[in-house]
């Protein structure tokens, strides 16, 4: 149990264009999720707190019209990466929240690429 | 400032032995403490919950130790196998509250020889 689908794994963009990003808990409802941007040999930066039917919580230094986030349902949550830019190009996670074990399980993880 | 801390040099050891990983923190008072394992180009993965209250937690090959007192948790793989060789991560809760935040260590690349 506790699967967290995260779609896509990888995107190539050209500079410019928005790029979405889903993240689904499969067989739990999660009225929070979290996003992250990792990178290389560098551990998980908070971006955001998504919250469900409410706006997102965003961490100092992240751009909110930026990094739009969308909680429209108890099992999704998307982050759309507006006009990207060659240094938007990161590993971005996501993962959802079970309040009861308080535990996160986690995406897979998209590898975007700016060009 | 609040502070986690875990060796960034890569943990080598031979394939049987027991390895030991470190995570240290400062001005915190977490409610609990997690550790997850991060393959190459994937998500973490859940391993082990500690609580503040509790001094050891077990699963299978895994053990986890919570000191307070001295703000450390020991994460602990017996009988390693090569399929152990990740990246482990620890995870302090923040802030006051159950809001499920969690803020990481840089985390601690295990590589277990054959």
């Known amino acids: 149990g506790a699967v967290v689908s995260q779609h896509p794994s990888r995107v190539i963009c050209k500079s410019g264009t928005s790029v979405k990003i889903e993240c689904r808990s499969l067989d739990f409802q999660a009225t929070t999720m979290f996003w992250y941007r990792q990178f290389p040999k560098k551990s998980l930066m908070l971006m955001a707190t998504?919250?469900?039917?409410?706006?997102?919580?965003?961490e100092q230094g992240v751009e909110k019209d930026k990094f739009l986030i969308n909680h429209a349902s108890l099992t999704l949550s998307t982050l759309t990466v507006t006009s990207a830019h060659p240094e938007d190009s990161s590993f971005y996670i996501c993962?959802?929240?079970?309040?009861?074990?308080?535990?996160?399980?986690f995406g897979a993880g998209t590898r975007l690429s700016v060009l | 400032s609040q502070k986690i801390e875990q060796n960034s040099e890569a943990l080598n050891i031979q394939e049987g032995k027991t390895a030991t990983l470190t995570c240290n923190y400062t001005?915190?008072?977490?409610?609990?403490l997690q550790w997850y394992r991060q393959d190459p180009g994937r998500g973490p993965v859940f391993l082990l919950l500690i609580r503040e209250n509790e001094k050891e937690k077990r699963k299978e090959r895994l053990k986890v130790t919570f000191d307070t007192t001295l703000k450390q948790s020991l994460f602990h793989i017996t009988a390693s196998q090569p399929a152990d060789s990740a990246t482990y991560l620890c995870?302090?809760?923040?802030?006051?509250?159950?809001?499920?935040?969690?803020?990481f260590g840089q985390g601690t690349t295990l590589q277990v020889k054959p």
């Open positions: 998504s919250n469900e039917g409410s706006k997102a919580t965003y």
């Open positions: 995870a302090l809760t923040a802030g006051s509250g159950n809001t499920g935040k969690l803020i």
């Open positions: 993962s959802a929240y079970i309040v009861a074990k308080n535990i996160q399980y």
């Open positions: 001005n915190y008072s977490p409610a609990y």
